[in-house]
């Protein structure tokens, strides 16, 4: 009997092109925008954690698997990476240093072979604990182990080193900046392939019923392995740019803080959408070499706005803006834009009165010795004066009650224009 081949015409993706070009024009062109060394530098450290907060979140937003010990890969990729480094130098490795990333990949799906089957034989809370206990043992060799870590000092190295094609060295920030935006684009692409792949898939829904998953023959523990493995060689990448980029690594690569870090900002940018950790990065870099030289309270006020995500957004900033996305598609974006004005600058009012609270604090604790006066967004606060802290315990109160009462009128034109969007698509679903 002949049989008949039946071709079935595929659009072709141009929304898809146009994103990954328009992300590529970023990478791109970043740099001649913004031309500083600080702004390089930042850039370089953005694309770095851009890598490492979507490998983490192939384990957390694609996996469902909470990791407290994600900054073991990355930084074991790092100290393998810089020793690399060294040979390179002392000539006995004749390979690029633009390939040393790649190794630092290699060594942490090396070491994820080794932990990662220990630690997926469970999940959900025992899986975090043992990421926990994993992290906190190699942080503790790490102290224990200097010849191969360092000790407190660490291991430093020396980018400018190997060949030269086309006489670029790396030394020059700019230079290793594209380097890392290659890397960037091409993890991200490789990353983002991978939630189209089958066992990207499976992993979803070993994520959402693991149950059934094992009901139909698959083996749970062998998906999250080989995502985990897959994970870690990402975040071995990220470690090896990074060593790259600061030319020093030290024991609190492997840190728990680390780990908790990799965990907050993918939270604040987003788990559930694949964009989410590309903006998480992003904030960790503004939070962790801005905001620390803003305030010595970088911390708290990062803690503040992790809080109030939970509370208020736990999708993160990228659901906030794929909520809006779908508001603007059918045209009642500006139903609720003098909302959105409103509760910014509330929010504003209410962030200035906690803030100068905050800083009066810290100043009696941290810098009593330079009197009792300090500054703060141009005004005069002084630390030990009834009227500084009630004007601003008034401002932040105030700022607080007018918030919630546009929150709540907020609230019912947002749920107004979900039940218009409901029914205009049933009555296109009609025609």
């Known amino acids: 009997m002949a049989t008949q081949q039946h071709y079935q015409f595929k659009p072709f993706n141009v929304g898809r092109w146009i994103v990954w070009g328009l992300y590529a024009l970023v990478l791109l062109v970043a740099p001649l925008l913004f031309t500083s060394s600080l702004s390089q530098t930042m850039l370089s450290q953005m694309g770095i954690a851009i890598i490492v907060c979507l490998s983490y979140n192939m384990l957390l937003g694609q996996g469902g698997m909470l990791s407290f010990g994600h ?3 990355s930084g074991l990729g790092s100290f393998l990476a810089i020793h690399t480094l060294n040979l390179v130098s002392d000539g006995q490795w004749p390979i690029p240093v633009s390939l040393i990333p790649i190794v630092g990949g290699l060594a942490g799906v090396a070491f994820a072979l080794v932990f990662g089957w220990v630690t997926t034989k469970k999940a959900a809370t025992p899986f975090a604990m043992i990421t926990l206990g994993i992290g906190e043992l190699v942080y503790a060799m790490s102290l224990m182990f200097p010849e191969f870590f360092g000790g407190e000092g660490g291991i430093a190295g020396n980018r ?22 290659v890397y960037t684009f091409v993890c991200t692409g490789l990353m983002y392939a991978f939630t189209r792949t089958p066992l990207g898939r499976m992993l979803n829904a ?17 998906v999250r392995y080989l995502a985990f493995v897959i994970a870690a060689f990402f975040a071995g990448i990220s470690g090896g740019l990074a060593a790259l980029n600061f ?21 604040l940018g987003g788990a559930t959408f694949f964009f989410g950790p590309i903006i998480g990065g992003i904030l960790m870099v503004l939070a962790f070499v801005l905001l620390s030289e803003f305030t ?5 006020y990062l803690g503040l706005v992790f809080l ?41 009012v209410v ?9 009066m604090v810290y100043h009696l604790q941290l810098n009593a010795a330079l009197g009792d006066e300090l500054k703060f967004l141009g005004a005069t606060l002084n630390a030990r004066s009834s009227t500084s802290w009630f004007g601003s315990a008034f401002v932040m109160l105030t700022g607080l009650g007018l918030f919630e009462v546009a929150r709540r009128q907020f609230l019912r034109e947002w749920h107004d224009i979900q039940v218009d969007i409901e029914q205009e698509i049933k009555r296109r679903e009609a025609l």
Do not use: C, H
């Open 351 to 359: 962030l200035v009165g906690a803030g100068a609270m905050i800083e």
């Open 160 to 181: 400018v080193t190997g060949s030269r094609p086309m006489g670029i060295t790396f030394g020059p920030q700019i230079q290793l900046y594209y380097l890392i935006a």
């Open 71 to 73: 900054a073991v890969y």
């Open 308 to 348: 109030f995500m939970v509370m208020y957004a736990p999708g993160g900033v990228a659901s906030l803006i794929m909520m809006n996305v779908r508001v603007a598609a059918f045209g009642m974006l500006r139903r609720v834009w003098t909302s959105y004005l409103a509760l910014g600058l509330l929010a504003l």
């Open 206 to 222: 070993v994520r959402d019923n693991p149950e059934r998953v094992e009901f139909v023959g698959y083996n749970t523990q062998v």
């Open 247 to 267: 030319e020093i690594v030290t024991a609190e690569v492997v840190g728990g803080a680390r780990s908790g870090a990799y965990l907050l900002f993918t939270f």
């Open 296 to 300: 010595k309270a970088w911390l708290l």
